[in-house]
């Protein structure tokens, strides 16, 4: 066995968000492909422009996620525009006309985002995403049971 003076001390950091959509606000259904005993696919959406986690936590967190919930996940980034960085402020423009309504607000002090949403109104554009991917110009989410967005 491993003794403890092999063990490293976990670094401190805060954690991430972890937001679930499904299109009309359920529970996911893992429909016809359990049915075929294929595993359930979702989708990991990266929300930020920078990793909200480093390596070995993220690696971590996807084995936990296939492991735990039996299905297969697919990390997902949504693209930069010529007036958005990638993650969820391209997502937001790409979104701007289904939702006039949101506006980015200033970041938490001493956290390093300059912009951030509301997390109800980030769900509301995970839902508008989740129902109709190839509109929102991220079709790797077409198809998924869910999606689950990862945010520092």
């Given amino acids: 066995g491993a003794s403890s ?13 972890f937001l679930m959509s499904d299109a009309d606000g359920a529970p996911p259904d ?19 422009q920078r990793p909200a986690l480093d390596t070995e936590a ?13 299905v297969e996940v697919e990390v997902v980034e949504v693209p930069e525009l010529p007036i958005a960085p990638k993650g ?4 937001s423009e790409r979104l701007r006309r289904e939702h006039p309504q949101f506006k980015h607000r200033p970041g938490r002090p001493g956290s390093g985002v300059d912009r951030q949403l ?15 991917p190839k509109k ?12 689950l967005a990862l945010t520092g």
Avoid: F
């Fill in 5 to 17: 003076s092999h063990l490293r001390p976990l670094p401190r950091i805060r954690p991430p968000i």
């Fill in 30 to 48: 893992a429909g016809p492909t359990a049915a075929e005993n294929s595993p359930m696919r979702i989708a990991l959406l990266l929300l930020d």
């Fill in 58 to 70: 993220y690696e971590a967190l996807l084995r936990y996620i296939r492991a735990i919930l039996c």
């Fill in 88 to 91: 969820w402020r391209s997502l």
């Fill in 118 to 132: 509301q997390a109800q109104q980030l769900l509301e554009l995970l839902k508008t995403l989740k129902a109709d």
């Fill in 136 to 147: 929102v110009a991220v079709p790797a989410v077409e198809g998924t049971a869910c999606v």
